[in-house]
């Protein structure tokens, strides 16, 4: 009976040959599979260290705005200042004629609340803005400290962020992963770049929209700035507690049952950090949506 494949039979030596180049082809084909796949993901990595390092937290470090004398707001408040006369004096007269054809004291009383609201504002919103959004800011600050845990801020952030995609995780997730941590960061910073612009904007023009708050529509102006600045205020402490929670998360010890799962969880925090924005514009003025 002839032996069919690979077989001492001198017949079958040709077999043996073809499996044994055969396996040896598979081998190599599939070490430099690897290789390639090692190489690609190290790239990947470095790329996402990199970034990391220089902006993933770089948002936390842009100071509260300068409201004191010669700053942005002082320009935008003094460029303004006869706009705020003219709709003063305009909200007066409106009050007036409302108080001619009621033959009613109420419009009197709107009159005076306005006027006092808009003194109030003038004198005071800069520098209460300006104390929350330092408070803010603060905690902001000490918060992502506390989850990062070290001293040189830039470096560990780089290290809790970025260790985990070396382990326990195929090239695929480790480059999608990376991608959108890198653009996430990016994105944040630009937020709070944003952020910056609209709080200086909100205060300078804050005494503007207190200027007509005896009528319906002033009253809905003055609501909606107080509202917009609020939210802006929050967002860089709201941002900064997911983004906290995020690298707890991102950072969980290597060889954890649920460290994929856990990885995966903290890179889709950090976005949720980005779409926080317009939740919490909604949040404190249902109205700034429609």
């Known amino acids: 009976m002839i032996v069919l494949g690979c077989s001492w039979a001198p017949w079958d030596w040709g077999d043996c040959i073809a499996t044994y180049l055969r396996s040896q082809l598979d081998g190599v084909i599939g070490s430099l599979f690897d290789f390639l796949f090692e190489a690609l993901k190290a790239v990947v990595i470095k790329a996402v260290e990199s970034v990391m390092k220089a902006v993933g937290t770089l948002w936390i470090d842009i100071d509260t705005p300068q409201f004191g004398n010669n700053s942005a707001v002082s320009f935008v408040q003094d460029s303004t200042l006869f706009i705020l006369i003219f709709v003063a004096t305009l909200s007066v007269i409106i009050g007036g004629i409302r108080m001619a054809l009621a033959q ?3 419009a009197v009383r709107d009159i005076v ?3 006092i609201t808009m003194v109030v504002v003038s004198t005071g919103a800069v520098a209460f803005a300006a104390a929350l959004i330092e408070i803010a800011d603060a905690f902001s600050e000490w918060i992502v400290d506390e989850a990062v845990g070290g001293s040189d801020f830039s470096t560990r952030i780089g290290t809790i962020m970025v260790n985990p995609l070396k382990q326990d995780l195929e090239l695929m997730l480790v480059i999608t992963m990376g991608i959108l941590m890198v653009i996430t960061s990016i994105i944040q910073l630009a937020l709070m770049v ?9 205060v ?4 503007l929209t207190a200027a007509a708050t005896n009528t319906e529509a002033g009253m809905m ?6 509202a917009w600045l609020a939210g802006f205020i929050l967002y860089k402490p709201i941002a900064a507690i997911i983004y906290a929670a995020a690298i707890l998360l991102i950072g969980t010890p290597a060889g954890a049952p649920d ?12 976005m949720l950090a980005v779409v926080a924005l317009p939740a919490i514009l909604r949040f404190v003025s249902p109205k700034t949506g429609s």
């Open 259 to 270: 460290k994929t799962l856990a990885v995966i969880t903290g890179v889709a925090m950090m």
């Open 194 to 202: 944003i952020r910056y612009g609209m709080l200086i904007l909100l």
């Open 113 to 115: 609340k306005s006027l």
């Open 221 to 226: 102006w003055f609501k909606r700035a107080v």
């Open 204 to 207: 300078g023009v804050l005494p």
């Open 104 to 106: 009613r004291g109420e």
